[in-house]
Nanobody, 120 residues
Framework: DVQLVESGGESVQAGGSLRLSCVAS????????MGWFRQVPGLEREGIGS???????TYADSLKARFTISQDNAKNTLYLQMNSLKPEDTAMYYC???????????????WGQGTQVTVS
């Protein structure tokens, strides 16, 4: 199994920046892709982007100008840098791990508990 723990979410003013982290532990050698998702209560989980084991990133078109995904393999840590934050970015942010990159949440085997980002 893989365990994921997100951190870094907080309340910020519009226009600000945040960097979220996701530390992976356990059977990390089985991970082929890690992704970031976000969810607002009552709505479906939205894909932000992903990074595969070769470091290739994919982003949602609506977010790629402001969000950047990176990873530190030595630390088993995934990052999400978010700039120029807007109130509509307010959501619970989740990292996920799976064998391949996809926009479908159901194909990710492991999920963190989420970290709340509030933009006002």
């Amino acid at each position: 199994d893989v365990q994921l723990v997100e951190s870094g979410g907080e309340s910020v003013q519009a226009g600000g920046s945040l960097r979220l982290s996701c530390v992976a532990s356990g059977a990390t050698q089985d991970i082929g892709c890690m992704g970031w998702f976000r969810q607002v209560p009552g709505l479906e989980r939205e894909g932000i982007g992903s990074i595969d084991s070769d470091g290739i990133t994919t982003y949602a078109d609506s977010l790629k100008a402001r969000f950047t995904i990176s990873q530190d393999n030595a630390k088993n840590t995934l990052y999400l840098q978010m700039n120029s934050l807007k109130p509509e970015d307010t959501a619970m942010y989740y990292c996920a791990a799976g064998t391949r990159c996809t926009w479908e949440p159901r194909w990710y085997n492991y999920w963190g508990q989420g970290t709340q980002v509030t933009v006002s």
